[in-house]
């Protein structure tokens, strides 16, 4: 046991729990834990963002890329709300992240005192816990309670916020070694099991819903097992991208608002919906009220809450997906469904996913990284566009591949979450897929890759427009486009090579491949701008309120 001050016991219990690298940017009220954290540079990574916002980013994709525990550190007032977005972005796609945040000291509280804001009062609503500490005795066993709670059951962020007097303060430290993430299996029960597996027995068309959860909970390899010995086909959530494999024969895409038309159709036809690791987002459902009704719905979720809330539910098990699918597999012979995968490749035929071939297009950029990558990079997006053509064009053949904003839908999310994966993964091809639009909110973080010399590649789909907002105002408000064309003199070539970049501007088909493979050669940042046409449009595409089965594609709009 030694004596340290609160800014070390900070540090150390960084240290305890494996932390490597964090992602931050100083300020008045927290540089004692900077203070402390120069002292320990040779353990902990501190990468300095370009602005908070990218910090919480950034701990956000590599807590997705690896599995871990994202941190990032702002100091009080604006560096703390700087933070909100990406807390809130980690919290409705429940990403486990600690965020540490400073205070003033505790005389100074409540007197509206210079940078001084109830950070904990401001993120309650999204956060899985937060914390105020005001006393340095209880300073290590709240970080360590904050990683705990970020990890277990449905996993999500939590906010440590520490008065500056507590961090200046000292206090006796024995460090403890972090006690290990359990499983959630006490909600499964013999009786749920039972009633699951004697809905898959007797189904004819089953058909299986995967969402992040399964990502969250590591269960690929059950999944596929679970798939594959009861014949069903396997479509997947925006935040589901990888849990089970792409390229694999049951898979049938992506189901919901710009899902594939077999997915979305059959889903509708099913007799048995199995729901593993999902929340029936209003995305996916369409109109809720119409969501496969020809189905019973056996879901399987780690959180209670998300049981009947947005669907009703024919049966469920509660507990980690992981364990169920053990469960499950364990006591299920093989089931033969051959005429129903049968029914399924029919459609799949029918209905491919299309695009314009002969012209420089988002569809093609995205096929074109998926075949020079060999489907083995982390692909990172902002949102919009070009966020659905990289789940629709890009097969996801491992978990952990495909980060991007589902629930809050953040523009300029992708490029902070970028550096966290390439930190996280360092073998691995990083590239963020982004519009013009979203590149625009965050560019700044270019800075930070290049102070680092973090590779990662940006590429942007630039089409001099707010390209899904422009969609529907095409589709759905009379092509009056309201404050969405971006034509004005911004040059993200001489943008990105002032903050330090290898830049690129590419304008057809051709010249894509050579740029995409000398940037991965170059293991620099890179910016490739990418000029597409300002009308593509992302199909199929399901109208809001519609149910699911009313998708339809260019196609159907010449009839």
């Given at each position: 046991m030694k004596t340290l001050t609160g800014a070390e016991i900070v540090i150390e219990c960084l240290k305890e729990q494996g932390v490597d690298t964090v992602f931050g940017y100083p300020g008045g009220t927290i540089l004692n834990i900077?203070?402390?954290?120069?002292?320990?540079?040779?353990?902990?990574?501190?990468?300095?963002?370009?602005?908070?916002q990218g910090a919480a980013h950034a701990a956000d994709g590599y807590a997705r890329a690896t599995g871990k525990v994202g941190v990032c550190l702002a100091t009080s007032g604006p560096g703390a709300t700087n933070l909100v977005t990406g807390i809130a972005t980690a919290f409705m796609d429940s990403i486990p992240m600690v965020a540490i945040t400073c205070n003033v000291a505790v005389n100074l509280l409540g007197r509206d005192s210079f940078q001084e804001i109830d950070i904990t009062g401001v993120t309650m609503p999204i956060t899985k816990y937060n914390f105020i500490v005001k006393d340095i005795t209880k300073l290590a066993d709240t970080i360590r309670r904050a990683f705990q709670i970020a990890q277990t059951g449905r996993p999500g962020p939590v906010l440590v916020d520490i008065t500056k007097d507590v961090t200046a303060g000292t206090f006796e430290y024995e460090s403890q070694t972090p006690e290990p993430v359990k499983r959630q299996e006490d909600t499964i029960t013999e009786d749920d099991i039972e009633t699951a597996l004697q809905l898959i027995r007797k189904s004819q068309k089953p058909y299986i819903f995967v969402g992040g959860g399964a990502v969250a909970a590591n269960a690929s390899e059950e999944l596929s097992s679970f798939a594959h010995k009861i014949q069903a086909p396997v479509a997947d959530s925006l935040m589901g991208k990888g849990a089970f494999d792409g390229t694999d024969e049951l898979y049938t895409g992506m189901v919901g608002m710009h899902g594939t038309k077999t997915s979305n159709f059959?889903?509708?036809?099913?007799?048995?919906?199995?729901?593993?690791?999902?929340?029936?987002?209003?995305?996916?459902t369409g109109n809720?009220?119409?969501?496969?009704?020809?189905?019973?719905?056996?879901?399987?979720?780690?959180?209670?809450?998300?049981?009947?809330?947005?669907?009703?539910?024919?049966?469920?098990?509660?507990?980690?997906?992981?364990?169920?699918?053990?469960?499950?597999?364990?006591?299920?012979?093989?089931?033969?469904?051959?005429?129903?995968?049968?029914?399924?490749?029919r459609l799949k035929d029918m209905y491919p996913m299309r695009f314009d071939k002969s012209m420089l297009t988002g569809p093609y950029i995205i096929e074109k990284i998926y075949e020079i990558t060999q489907g083995d990079a982390i692909i990172t997006t902002e949102v919009g566009q070009h966020q659905m053509w990289a789940a629709q064009f890009y097969q996801y053949k491992y978990p952990r591949s495909?980060?991007?904003s589902g629930g809050l839908g953040t523009m300029g999310y992708g490029l902070g979450?970028?550096?966290?994966?390439?930190?996280?993964?360092?073998?691995?091809?990083?590239?963020?897929?982004?519009?013009?639009?979203?590149?625009?909110?965050?560019m700044n973080e270019i800075a930070t890759a290049t102070r680092y010399n973090i590779p990662i590649i940006q590429v942007i789909l630039n089409n001099h427009v707010l390209g899904m907002v422009r969609q529907w105002q095409t589709l759905f408000y009379g092509k009056r486009y309201s404050h969405t064309v971006l034509n004005d003199q911004v040059d993200f070539v001489k943008v990105a090579e002032g903050l330090g970049a290898k830049a690129y501007r590419v304008t057809s088909k051709d010249d894509f491949e050579p740029v995409l493979r000398e940037a991965i050669e170059l293991n620099v940042p890179v910016v490739i701008d990418c000029q597409i046409h300002c009308d593509d449009k992302v199909f199929p595409m399901v109208s809001p309120g519609a149910p699911i089965q009313d998708a339809f594609d260019a196609e159907d709009l010449k009839i």
């Open positions: 900077y203070d402390a954290l120069y002292k320990h540079q040779d353990e902990i990574t501190h990468i300095l963002t370009s602005h908070e059959e889903i509708t036809e099913c007799d048995l919906l199995i729901v593993v690791g999902a929340r029936f987002s209003d995305r996916v809720a009220a119409k969501f496969a009704k020809r189905a019973k719905i056996l879901q399987f979720d780690v959180d209670p809450a998300e049981i009947n809330k947005n669907v009703k539910t024919y049966a469920s098990v509660v507990g980690d997906v992981k364990v169920i699918l053990k469960k499950l597999n364990a006591r299920l012979d093989p089931i033969n469904h051959e005429e129903w995968l049968a029914h399924i490749d495909f980060l991007s979450a970028s550096l966290g994966a390439k930190l996280g993964c360092k073998d691995k091809v990083v590239i963020n897929v982004a519009g013009d639009g979203c590149f625009r909110m965050n």
